[in-house]
């Protein structure tokens, strides 16, 4: 019998992965996180683009005071760094089934693998937290160099309780 040489059947197929998913997030929550901060983004590039007509932006922003001049534009970044987590929040939304935290090829990721992803054999301790200003919730990453990452639970449609258990058994 003849051997087939078809180099299709020796490539790897491209979505031929380990992923284990281990939280969701919740629709209703995300949407309206997505909703209100979208709001609150284009509003703040719209007050920051105001200057009366006559006057150009520049010399607007100079006549209230020479830090505005640097406090625009770090203003701006931080709304082009808000706008794209809100855009990767987005796209897990409505291409990648809500998966909020998963496993794939070893590491834990959170979002998508440029916003976080931990190797598992990194990982130190894993614990139910608060973080933040307003203490919100989270799980608590410990890694072995002693920096912590947090994977907030807010919007997931589990409890951190939940999603913690399912971590350990994993890990």
């Known amino acids: 019998m003849s051997q087939i040489n078809d180099p299709l059947a020796k490539?790897?197929?491209?979505?031929d992965r380990s992923v284990m998913v281990i939280a969701w997030f919740s629709k209703p929550k995300a949407v309206s996180y997505l909703?209100?901060?979208?709001?609150?983004?284009g509003l703040l590039f719209i007050v920051t683009l105001y200057h009366p007509s006559g006057t150009s932006l520049v010399a607007y922003t100079r006549s209230r005071?020479?830090?505005w001049l640097l406090v625009y534009p770090l203003g701006w970044l931080a709304g082009i760094a808000a706008f794209l987590?809100?855009?990767a929040l987005l796209k897990q939304?409505?291409?990648m089934r809500a998966n909020a935290v998963w496993i794939e090829n070893g590491r834990i990721v959170y979002l998508n693998k440029w916003f976080m992803a931990v190797r598992r054999s990194d990982i130190k301790s894993i614990a139910v937290g608060s973080w933040g200003t307003w203490r919100r919730p989270g799980i608590i990453l410990t890694l072995r160099n002693g920096q912590k990452k947090v994977i907030p639970t807010g919007i997931l449609s589990e409890p951190s309780d939940v999603v913690l258990s399912r971590l350990k058994v994993t890990n």
């Open 11 to 15: 490539a790897p197929k491209p979505f």
């Open 35 to 41: 909703i209100a901060g979208l709001f609150i983004v």
């Open 65 to 67: 005071g020479e830090f």
């Open 85 to 87: 987590m809100l855009i």
């Open 93 to 95: 939304l409505a291409f």
